[in-house]
């Protein structure tokens, strides 16, 4: 026999020699012992994880001719070295993949009512079975459904969502796990012992990972390596050929991310890309071990990693250099940006860039006192709205009450009124001596006091009773002295309340000021004035937040101010 590559001489020839699915096979040797067999198998699973290789061992199991107490095929029967060979005319393989029309399925049809030859059942293995056209599937549907007592199809699948629910019905279905590099290093290293070839522990581990899961990407790997190795397999020759960065460069990528020390970073990854490394692939294995990273600061186990010894150490000790919510920010980042890296034609720039990154991303520890500083800054915005009380002086109090003593005040024609006298003179003697009865000030205390008063307070006292008289005497723009208060009337609605100012400006000011309107622009108006201070303090409020700390903070936590708004 001509030389066999290590997949197919070390292809699994029992159920107990197939690794890591334990759960299929127990149950088929069961099914064998008892008898208890179904007309149609679904095996689905990865690639390389032994899903025709159970259907063969099945097929002989169900022929053998001398069948073990334990439910394996003997290996040794006629029916059984057919099978293995590749020769039994009453087990037939198929490519879903290359007989996807409704001619090969009617071909089966015909064939499958005539008796196996010289096994007791006739077997159709369909491997990639999602890979048939719905007429196939449509055509098989029913000899699937009640096949002949002496046939059994075998279905082959990576892609069971492919698969119309119509036929999985009707399916026994068994799905194969992925493999764990703890079982297929133990596999490799039962090869290479096997071979007489001395390795290093932690090369199988590299072609393992490398294999995800899979035993026969791992073991083509492994053939490739033995042939460029000779008799030894080391991590050198593994990263040699498969392209692979060392392990401990991109640990020290990690490491000085997580102590934001982007010199040592870059570094690292720049011997990387001068020993010819693939950068994606550095990219991908810096994911995998953020990712394990990762579970490990949740959930403080590493049952959940399939990772050596060696390496769960070390994610043990860099897992707590950052905390759980900054490890879940570096690996979305990064996944992101390998995302990008992959289809880049700059892959180091985006490599570098994204390390770079990385190294300045705050922590969380940042974000708190962030937090903290906005929290301040908004109590400290708030507090500087609320504009402190003055306590009034007497002149101010004077000033104040003036408005209800000046609305008193009455024209001219008014003054020619006698005065009423109390009738009981002792009633007289005793309002003086009542100090809660308002004594009425002479006339020219209140002439002072309505001087005193100017055309702002006279606006004001419309603020809250007429409105919409307040808005049109406040747009008009005045000058004022201490006898005159002169406004400009420039349109049709502030001539229209010429009247209604006329008497309600006698009322206030009575003959204390003068009031003289012209149609030309001429000094300022209440609401500019009250723009102009609106904007002042909107101003001050904007430089208020542009010097706090919560902003410089910000800043120095890589954020650029695009915009301050204050309402």
């Known amino acids: 026999m001509g030389y066999q590559v290590v997949a197919r001489k070390w292809r699994p020839q029992r159920f107990d020699e ?301 897992s707590e250099n950052l905390t759980t919510a900054d490890w879940i920010r570096l690996f979305r980042f990064w996944n992101n940006e390998y995302e990008t890296l992959k289809i880049s034609d700059y892959p180091l720039m985006i490599f570098e860039t994204a390390i770079i990154s990385c190294c300045a991303m705050p922590s969380m520890y940042d974000f708190s006192e962030f937090v903290k500083n906005i929290t301040d800054l908004s109590a400290n915005i708030k507090t500087d709205t609320n504009k402190p009380t003055i306590e009034k002086t007497d002149q101010d109090k004077t000033v104040e009450g003036t408005t209800a003593i000046a609305s008193n005040i009455s024209n001219k024609t008014s003054k020619t009124e006698p005065e009423a006298k109390p009738e009981n003179p002792a009633d007289t003697a005793s309002i003086g001596k009542n100090e809660n009865i308002e004594q009425k000030p002479a006339p020219e205390t209140v002439q002072n006091e309505a001087k005193s008063l100017n055309w702002v307070d006279f606006c004001k006292t419309f603020k809250d009773k007429d409105p919409y008289f307040y808005g049109i005497i406040s747009g008009c723009k005045y000058t004022e002295n201490d006898t005159r208060i002169t406004v400009s009337i420039l349109n049709e609605i502030q001539r229209g309340a010429i009247n209604d100012l006329q008497q309600e400006f006698g009322k206030f000011f009575g003959s204390a000021k003068e009031l003289e309107f012209v149609d030309y622009e001429d000094g300022t108006s209440i609401l500019a004035d009250e723009e102009a201070a609106k904007k002042e303090e909107i101003a001050n409020k904007k430089n208020m937040i542009l010097e706090s700390k919560a902003v410089k903070s910000a800043q120095e936590l890589g954020f650029q101010l695009k915009k301050v708004s204050v309402e």
């Open 18 to 318: 197939v690794i890591g699915q334990e759960h299929v096979t127990s149950t088929l040797k069961y099914a064998v012992l008892k008898n208890r067999t179904a007309p149609v198998y679904l095996f689905t699973g990865i690639r390389g994880t032994g899903k025709t290789t159970l259907a063969r061992i099945w097929v002989k199991a169900l022929n053998c001719l001398d069948l073990q107490p334990d439910g394996e095929p003997c290996n040794k029967c006629a029916s059984c070295l057919e099978i293995a060979d590749g020769k039994s005319p009453d087990v037939v393989e198929i490519d879903g993949a290359s007989n996807t029309s409704v001619d090969n399925v009617r071909e089966i049809k015909e064939n499958i009512s005539y008796m196996p030859i010289r096994s007791k059942y006739k077997v159709y293995i369909i491997d990639e079975v999602h890979m048939l056209s719905k007429p196939a599937f449509n055509a098989l549907l029913k000899t699937l459904e009640e096949p002949p007592a002496h046939t059994i199809f075998i279905l082959a699948t990576t892609d069971p969502q492919k698969i119309p629910t119509t036929v999985l019905s009707r399916c026994q279905r068994y799905d194969l796990k992925r493999l764990s590099l703890e079982d297929v290093t133990r596999q490799l290293a039962k090869i290479l012992d096997a071979e007489n070839i001395k390795y290093d522990l932690n090369s199988l581990y590299e072609i393992a990972k490398e294999g995800e899961g899979s035993m026969r990407d791992s073991q083509t790997i492994l053939e490739q390596l033995i042939t460029f190795g000779g008799d030894k397999v080391t991590e050198d020759e593994v990263s040699l050929i498969l392209g692979t960065s060392d392990k401990y460069q991109l640990r020290n990528i990690i490491q000085s991310i997580s102590k934001h020390d982007s010199n040592s970073a870059v570094s690292f990854a720049n011997e990387i890309y001068k020993n010819g490394k693939s950068i994606e692939k550095a990219a991908k294995d810096i994911l995998q071990l953020l990712h394990n990273i990762l579970l490990y600061s949740q959930l403080k186990n590493t049952n959940f990693i399939d990772s050596p010894a060696e390496e769960k150490d070390w994610i043990k000790s860099v």
